[in-house]
């Protein structure tokens, strides 16, 4: 099973997330600071964090950032702050769901579950549905599916499952416009709701990745009031 991170200093919330997480088989690592989550991700093999946002030491998004320099597992944030900006910070340092406290712990576990099933799919290179193509090659950009490997003028770039679902559904659509609703309905698996910022932050960090200026990206473009293209 599973091996999961759970970063919070108040005892008694970690405490809930490690029975609710044990319950479903998950092997549970606590820490109670940054610090001491930087040497379990260090010593152990994860699939999946909680980081709480404040901690004693690093914050929960500093800590985020610092993970995701070297590796790709699910980030999930659990914090009281509901502010969108704090949702759309932690979104593009790199996390890939946030939970707002106090939660419901068949929520957690469930977005737990959904986060596991989509790291594993993107991850040995299944899709979602049956697809002829394998990998789009086109002005310096290279990603296979079955080698869930991208590369822009010879530099791979270290993209998380998401970003790498993203990239992939886009280059599909190659000269179309996507829908932000339906490039989140389709990497997600869930229904958009209308104040969803979550494609916009995993866009601006899929960009930044890709080395490209925000306001003339020469791959991903925005069509305001629509989705995004890829040309």
Not at 46 to 64: E, K, N, R, Y
Not at 70 to 94: N, Q, S, W, Y
Not at 155 to 178: D, N, S
């Amino acid at each position: 099973m599973a091996e999961i991170l759970v970063v919070d200093d108040e005892a008694a919330i970690a405490d809930l997330v490690e029975v609710c997480l044990k319950n479903e088989g998950y092997t549970v690592y606590k820490c109670g600071s940054g610090e001491a989550a930087l040497t379990c991700v260090a010593r152990q093999h994860l699939d999946l964090a909680i980081l709480d946002v404040m901690l004693p030491d690093l914050d929960g998004f500093t800590l985020c950032q610092k993970i995701r320099e070297e590796h790709l597992f699910p980030i999930l944030m659990l914090t009281a702050r509901v502010e969108d900006m704090d949702k759309i910070m932690g979104l593009t340092l790199g996390a890939d769901d946030y939970i707002t406290k106090p939660f419901n712990p068949l929520e957690l576990v469930a977005r737990v579950k959904t986060q596991l099933r989509r790291y594993t799919r993107y991850n040995t290179g299944e899709a979602a549905e049956p697809r002829e193509t394998a990998e789009h090659d086109f002005r310096g950009l290279q990603i296979s599916r079955t080698m869930h490997k991208c590369v822009l003028f010879g530099e791979e770039l270290a993209l998380t499952p998401l970003e790498f679902a993203i990239l992939w559904y886009l280059c599909e659509h190659r000269g179309q416009v996507v829908p932000s609703e339906e490039l989140f309905e389709a990497v997600w698996g869930e229904k958009y709701m209308d104040s969803n910022n979550t494609v916009m932050s995993h866009i601006a960090r899929l960009r930044e990745k890709m080395h490209e200026p925000s306001r003339k990206p020469k791959f991903i473009k925005t069509v305001w009031g629509v989705g995004y293209t890829i040309e």
